[in-house]
């Protein structure tokens, strides 16, 4: 596709459950990351992809999230046992070539509500 | 611990103003800084990239100049027009590839 695209666009679900959030990027894009936006805040950092290898996953909050990215391109967020201030958007960007010098391309978003 | 920080928070404007958004960072060794702008309920969008080189890029309406020495960044944005209003984001990257957000510039352009 010509940008980047998360599904789904909402999920709400209820605490204890385990969602899956998807992130397709930018086709050719070596480099993916997740971020995460709580209300009023700006994105914060959850973990960088460069390939199919997490380069630097120190922005996860605790052992609960993961995030895979097995064939180099799509890259799933995995949150098991969901607790009500995982509540937040979750955004993914995706940028060419291997340094940040390159831009950033961030996806709509996926709003998750845990109930 | 690189810190982001956006004046003012919000800001209400007429229409065909010219205006300036602030951004300041506590740690000049930046690899580049890049403003979004994002929409309600939508994801951001790039609006432009300035590497730790530059000292400013341009794209229409709009200009954001870069002092790393003194870690500020400006978005001037000339002739505002009501589809101007989102809140605008600054965002530094601090290594070679995560970035580090302001909490942003909320903008409304009266008609």
């Known amino acids: 596709g010509a940008g980047v695209s998360q599904t789904p666009s909402n999920k709400v679900t209820e605490k204890g459950k385990y969602v899956e959030l998807r992130c397709d990027p930018i086709?050719?894009?070596?480099?993916l990351y997740w971020y995460r936006q709580s209300l009023g805040q700006g994105p914060e950092f959850l973990i960088y992809?460069?390939?199919?290898?997490?380069?630097?996953d120190s922005g996860l909050p605790n052992d609960r999230f993961f995030a895979v990215r097995p064939e180099g391109s799509v890259s799933t967020l995995k949150i098991q046992r969901t607790e009500r201030g995982d509540s937040a958007v979750y955004l993914c960007?995706?940028?060419?070539?291997?340094?940040?010098?390159?831009?950033?391309?961030f996806g709509p978003g996926t709003r998750l509500t845990v109930l | 611990k690189q810190e982001v920080t956006q004046i003012p928070a919000a800001l209400s404007v007429p229409e065909g103003e010219n205006l300036v958004l602030n951004c300041s960072f506590t740690d000049s060794a930046i690899y580049n800084l890049q403003w979004f702008r994002q929409d309600p309920g939508k994801g951001l969008t790039s609006l432009l990239l300035?590497?730790?080189?530059?000292r400013e890029q341009t794209s229409g309406r709009l200009n954001a100049s870069l002092d790393k020495s003194s870690g500020r960044s400006t978005l001037y944005i000339a002739a505002s027009q009501p589809g101007d209003s989102a809140t605008y984001l600054c965002a530094v990257a601090p290594g070679t590839y995560k970035y580090i957000f302001g909490t942003g510039t909320r903008l409304k352009v009266l008609a």
């Open positions: 960007a995706s940028s060419a070539g291997t340094s940040g010098h390159n831009e950033q391309f």
């Open positions: 086709s050719g894009h070596t480099a």
């Open positions: 992809f460069q390939g199919t290898g997490a380069a630097d």
């Open positions: 300035i590497q730790s080189s530059q």
